[in-house]
């Protein structure tokens, strides 16, 4: 069982920042894949990045202005976004994924709230 907990969200104008952080506890493997989702209202939750063990991935729409990163020690993600845009306005679950013998857990949390705005 993996418990998460998020924070940073908010409403910010176009061309802001803001920075999102999820801590997670409980039975952590240790390996596991952390990531970020989002999900608009009316549209399917998508991948906005995700981190292994110093591996990066990120969506199309996110390379080059968001920034994922872990602390270990904390089991803690974050996620960097710069240069927002209206059309990144959703609801960001901060996720965890163990992989075992070729299946995948999921974890999730329970959303944070990112409003860009004029």
């Known amino acids: 069982q993996v418990q998460l907990v998020e924070s940073g969200g908010g409403l910010v104008q176009p061309g802001g920042s803001l920075r999102l952080s999820c801590a997670a506890s409980g039975s952590i493997l240790s390996f596991n894949i952390m990531g970020w989702y989002r999900q608009a209202p009316g549209k399917e939750r998508e991948l906005v990045a995700a981190?292994?063990?110093?591996?990066?991935n990120y969506a199309d729409s996110a390379k080059g202005r968001f920034t994922i990163s872990r602390d270990n020690a904390k089991n803690t993600v974050y996620l960097e976004m710069n240069s927002l845009k209206p059309d990144d306005t959703a609801v960001y679950y901060c996720?965890?994924?163990?992989?075992?013998?070729?299946?995948?857990?999921?974890?999730w949390g329970q959303g944070t709230q990112v409003t860009v705005s004029s």
């Open positions: 981190i292994t063990s110093g591996n990066t």
């Open positions: 996720n965890v994924r163990h992989v075992l013998y070729g299946r995948n857990y999921d974890y």
